[in-house]
């Protein structure tokens, strides 16, 4: 991960609350409207989370999506790097190349201090903890 939140991740994030806040099997077409997307983008964003066992989606007329995850045992990490893939720390801020060791950018430590601290408040931001906000 790039440290960089794309709508796909909002979109899971979103998603997810949305289908707690349901509780109960959702279409795509309603889910998708919910959140203000359409259901193939939607698709695009439910994939990863089903893969990781959070939602099912249910196929057919009277199928959709399920939430089967606990909001509280996810993290807003977690869905970030489900969708975007795992944190690269050894990347450089600047340029697109390693960074550190013997040949650190200038901000190298000022960036890896404030990395820990973003990475750290993401994963102790539970998803229940957002959709208590959004009640």
């Given at each position: ?5 794309t709508?796909?991740s909002?979109?899971?994030?979103r998603?997810?609350v949305?289908l ?8 795509s077409?309603?889910?998708?409207e919910?959140i203000?997307?359409t259901?193939g983008?939607l ?15 249910e ?5 959709g ?7 509280a045992?996810?993290?807003v ?7 975007e893939g ?10 697109d ?7 650190p950018?200038a ?6 201090r404030?990395?820990?601290q973003?990475l ?7 998803l ?8």
């Open positions: 991960m790039r440290l960089e939140i709508r796909r909002d979109l899971a994030t998603a997810m949305e707690n806040r349901l509780g109960r099997r959702t279409k077409v309603e889910l998708a919910a203000g997307t259901p983008f698709s695009q964003a439910m994939t990863p989370l089903a893969a990781k066992g959070w939602v099912r989606s196929p057919g007329p009277s199928g999506y399920v939430l089967t995850a606990d909001l045992d996810v993290s990490l977690d869905v970030i790097e489900a969708i795992t944190s690269d720390a050894g990347r450089c801020v600047l340029e190349r390693p960074c550190g060791g013997a040949d950018c901000l190298h430590q000022p960036w890896q404030a990395r820990t973003l750290d408040e993401l994963s102790n931001s539970s229940a903890t957002l959709a208590q906000g959004r009640q």
